[in-house]
Nanobody, 115 residues
Framework: QVQLVESGGGLVQPGGSLRLSCAAS??????MSWYRQAPGKQRELVAVISSGKATTYADSVKGRFTISRDIAKNTLYLQMNSLKPEDTAVYYCNGITVGLPLTYWGQGTQVSVSS
């Protein structure tokens, strides 16, 4: 069974940091991504990392967020620094499997940025 399980969300003050993790199991993934969805808004792409560790970021998080992955541990990370209230959202892990390209989602983890 393929699973993506996020952790690391929480409540943080503006300017603070959080590190999200996504533990993958049951398959090997080529491209992995973080998405987020704020209340009343569409889900949006935050950052993408390839199997070769090439990365792409949304303009809104460039210079503040860093996506990384540990292929040996099959784990995806998102280091979030200088957090802003507008970063408040449910953050989802997304993975595309190697071979037959199937897409999987995690259950999401809540990130709230507020003073």
């Amino acid at each position: 069974q393929v699973q993506l399980v996020e952790s690391g969300g929480g409540l943080v003050q503006p300017g603070g940091s959080l590190r999200l993790s996504c533990a993958a199991s049951g398959s090997t993934f080529s491209v992995m991504s973080w998405y987020r969805q704020a209340p009343g808004k569409q889900r949006e792409l935050v950052a993408v990392i390839s199997s070769g560790k090439a990365t792409t970021y949304a303009d809104s998080v460039k210079g503040r967020f860093t996506i990384s992955r540990d292929i040996a541990k099959n784990t995806l990370y998102l280091q979030m620094n200088s957090l802003k209230p507008e970063d408040t959202a449910v953050y989802y892990c997304n993975g595309i499997t190697v071979g037959l390209p199937l897409t999987y989602w995690g259950q999401g983890t809540q990130v709230s940025v507020s003073s």
